[in-house]
């Protein structure tokens, strides 16, 4: 579909269309980290569709409902502005959900018509101490991420969010200044952000955590682990409805960010997106290390490194066995995986961690794609590849319809990703390893574990068990040992 534009009345220039993008929308990353928040709602400034396909995006996978209130635009507000719908609106949501903190979040409309936000929500502020407004007594904390999803993904929402939240809480005042002292025998505390991962991921990197204080929720190291939808978006079932879900990484949690001895930020957050980890270490001291997510086993081993040389501790005796156990599998599984092919895609921070993994096992990534537009992805992918760089195409801004054509040519033998993929893979005629975010198709997408040793475990049993099924059920004998 290529549609030729004139750039000047000399010379035309062609772009091809998105077909099938290979990212979704900016404030939905960011609604998922205010849910990540206990007590917290997310709002949108902006038209009630964009809330709606967000509800119906998040639900689908993480099979939980999840509120989102919206400014609700109508034609008037998109001429002569939102300023009132977005006061009535926290109004509203004050009122009905009694929340702690209430996380808004822009729209393309409301950025294209130049909405200015940060400035609305310091005039509802001061109108709402002197009484102005309704809800006296009630006074959520108010924090804004900027997301037009013209400018990012889903996941440039999420590390925007991040940043919003921890730069509005984490700058309040040192409430908790002792918890980066050493001397009186505590441990000093970890900041970790989690990045956009499963809420099974979630509850993964508490339990590794918690391994290294002897216990869960020790105080012997403490740490805040932000953003945490593990419970809020995959929790137990209800007696009775309730209008917020229960957990959520804390207000005070998040405040006590700025007094912490290091943030571990697992991702990079694009130049397009605000970051928070930088915010910290720039404005309240707090050193910053980044880390690819934990998939594949040179990624956890520099993730546990980490934490080991943080708290000054060894690598927990179950973490070891664990990795054990995860080489015995590497050794049990290469003839199956060794040298085959595969096509990944997803987010910028999964896909590397992915690439990494696959190259550790011998799986040739022949495309690595993002939906993203960021020149540095290419770079990030060849430094983690040690053994396929050559064989790598690596595409940035990617398409689905582009990477089938890319596809056809190097006969990948799977494809690893989101359900998105599905088309991908039956038009190549080959199987779909789902993960990452989104699965619409299958249910438990949000108990996959991708993470640590046991997560990448997981994952290659797995990608061995896929191939196996595929080469079985092609085979007209069809072994039953193989
Ligand atoms: S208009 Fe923009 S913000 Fe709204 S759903 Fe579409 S991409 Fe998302």
Known sequence: MNAPVAASASAVTHFTSTRNACKLCAPLGASLVMRGIEGCIPLMHGSQGCSTYIRRYVISHFREPIDIGSSNFTETSAIFGGRDNLFTALDNMTRSYKPQAIGITSTCLSETIGEDVPMYLRQYEAERKRGGRLNAGLEPVLFYASTPSYRGTHVEGFHEAVYAAVSRLAGEGAEVETCRATGSGASPRLNLVSGFVSAEDIRELHRILGSFAGEPGSRRCPYTLFPDYSESMDGPSWETYRKLPQGGTSLDDIRMMGSAGLTIYQGRPSNA???????????????????????GIENADTFLAALSAFWERGIPEALTKERGRL????????????????????????VCALASFLDEIGVIPVIAATGAVNPSFKTRIRSVLRNTREETEIMDDADFAGMLERARFLKPDLVIGHSKGLYL???????????????????????????????????????????????????????TYI
């Open 273 to 295: 997106v605000s970051d928070a980890g930088r915010w910290l270490m720039e404005n309240r001291g707090v050193p910053l290390v980044n880390v690819e997510l934990p998939i």
């Open 327 to 350: 080489v015995d599998a590497y050794i049990d599984g290469h003839k199956y995986v060794n040298r085959k092919r595969a096509v990944i895609y997803g987010e910028e921070d999964f």
């Open 425 to 479: 893979a039956r038009n190549l005629g080959i199987p779909l390893v789902r993960c990452g975010f989104p699965i619409h198709d299958r249910i438990g997408a949000q108990r996959i574990l991708h993470l640590g040793y046991r997560g990448t475990l997981n994952l290659f049993d797995l990608v061995c068990n896929t191939l196996m099924e595929e080469k079985q059920s092609r085979h007209e004998v069809g072994y």
